[in-house]
């Protein structure tokens, strides 16, 4: 039977057009990430754009962050009790309705729910990472796996110097214009075009268990994220902090005893799933480290001596190659996947990442020399983004396939929400001035230390990878697991 424009072969559950579903996953998955970076250009103007002080409007940045942190483990659940295509129609259609709140907007309290639910269809990213693994042949799943993960890297670099031009030359509405047009096309092609086919299972959302996560994620996420505004011994981000901890370690508690739980945490402390997560941690440490460093190296002034006096479009375009880099290892990562197994691509997409800021380290008194150690450094991070839902889906049950790989996209963001913090408190750290009167500026030995302490975080991810269990000799490219395949509707 054909469902939409797409056919499903009901024996398989395959679909015959497998290239479709891949490109409209993939072309979905680079919309929702390009929030990521989509006010970044304008982040300096938006206290007077919404007639605001500077702490306040630092919350539209926070608040995407925050609301793909909560969405992806429950989107990932819902996927897994509802069918993973509806999830993923609600995910761009809260795009789409965000998209047009900030578009039509000009006050801080609407930005901020628009902004919120663009963050919440990030959980669009790993709901597509699990469903590709349905709909394709399984000699595709490790290209598409690939392709698919790599959107969530290259919407952010790409974002940056589309959103640059655009806040440049227009009003900053167009911004979300932009967005709206391009989530109106996400929630066309997914409901339109992507297969409908039977992959619920039995069971009940755990709304507790979402509501408790969410509290407890938001409170650390904001003591961490604010904790150098507000003061890291301040009672603000101390309360936000412990708070937090108190509410997951009693979510913990609560899931563990729960015969539904949102996250089944006896699955996340299997050895490969544990291990795979903490790599994501701090391999997604490693991502966010070069895109703060990087930009303000490139934007700083030629009169420190060692800024290289960029505009913030020029300095876009330069990262912009590394966010294209994600795109290119797709194929390698594909092949490193199916040749080597999960275990082998991740070790060595950190050492790459590692690699890369070493690179940086040394070589960071030309832009050239900053594009160089960012290609190197993305090329490491699509390699370890594809390899991590491969290690996932293959060690958790198929009822809990979405869910799982939202956990670990929860564990990319967590690091990258550390690594903001912790660059800040770093080039916090080593400051000088230009002048009498004139602010303090990073001395260029504290962005050196970022690249080191960026390159010591991959390297431990490494080690951590390369504990992982290696593939079972004689296993299939796929691991399919202990259950049927999802059944094509009709």
Aim: with cysteine; hydrophobic share 55%.
């Amino acid at each position: 039977m054909k469902t939409a424009s797409t056919e499903v072969d009901a024996a398989s559950g395959r679909t015959r057009s497998p290239g479709l579903i891949v490109a409209i996953l993939g072309f979905s998955g680079l919309c929702v990430a390009l929030m990521q970076s989509l006010v970044i250009p304008i982040q300096s103007e938006l206290p007077h754009l919404l007639h605001t002080s500077a702490s306040n409007s630092s919350w539209v940045l926070t608040a995407t962050l925050l609301g793909g942190a909560v969405a992806m483990p429950v989107a990932g659940r819902l996927a897994d009790i509802l069918g993973k295509r509806p999830v993923l129609v609600v995910s761009a259609l809260l795009l789409l309705v965000g998209s047009l709140v900030c578009a039509l907007s000009s006050a801080l309290v609407p930005v901020l729910i628009g902004r919120v639910l663009q963050g919440v269809a990030m959980g669009y990213i790993p709901v597509a990472v699990s469903f590709v693994r349905e709909v394709v042949p399984a000699r595709m799943v490790n290209s598409a796996t690939a392709l698919i993960s790599a959107t969530l890297g290259v919407g952010g670099a790409l974002g940056l110097p589309l959103a640059a031009w655009l806040a440049q030359d227009y009003d900053w509405h167009v911004l979300f214009w932009m967005s709206t047009v391009l989530a109106v096309l996400m929630t066309a092609l997914s409901a339109l075009a992507l297969p409908h086919i039977r992959d619920t299972h039995a069971a009940h959302l755990d709304i507790v268990g979402a509501v408790g996560l969410a509290l407890g994620l938001v409170a650390v996420l904001v003591g961490v994220s604010k904790g150098n505004d507000w003061g890291w011994r301040s009672a603000g981000t101390l309360g936000m902090i412990v708070a937090g901890v108190v509410v997951l370690l009693a979510w913990g508690w609560y899931e563990l005893r729960h015969h539904d739980p949102l996250v089944d945490l006896r699955n996340t402390v299997r050895r490969p799933v544990l291990l795979t997560n903490i790599a994501a941690l701090l391999i997604g440490f490693g991502m966010m480290a070069q895109s703060i460093v990087v930009p303000q190296l490139l934007e700083m002034s030629k009169q420190t001596g060692y800024g290289l006096g960029q505009t913030l479009l020029a300095a876009g375009l330069w990262l912009a190659p590394a966010g294209l880099m994600m795109m290119f290892f797709a194929p390698v990562s594909s092949y490193l996947l199916t040749k080597f197994g999960g275990r082998t691509a991740l070790t060595l997409g950190a050492a790459v990442l590692a690699l890369g800021y070493v690179i940086g380290a040394v070589l960071l008194h030309a832009p050239w020399q900053l594009m160089l150690a960012s290609c190197v450094a993305s090329a490491g991070v699509g390699i370890g983004y594809a390899a991590m839902p491969t290690i996932i889906l293959e060690n958790v049950p198929a009822s809990e396939a979405a869910s799982s790989v939202g956990v670990n996209s929860l564990m990319r963001s967590v690091g990258t929400t550390i690594a903001g913090a912790v660059m800040a408190v770093v080039l916090t750290s080593q400051t000088s001035r230009l002048g009498p009167g004139l602010p303090e500026i990073p001395t260029l030995n504290a962005f050196r230390l970022c690249f080191i302490v960026g390159a010591v975080a991959a390297a431990v991810g490494a080690a951590f990878a390369f504990c992982v269990p290696g593939r079972r000799a004689g296993a299939d490219e796929v691991t399919v697991a202990a259950e049927p395949v999802a059944e094509a509707v009709g």
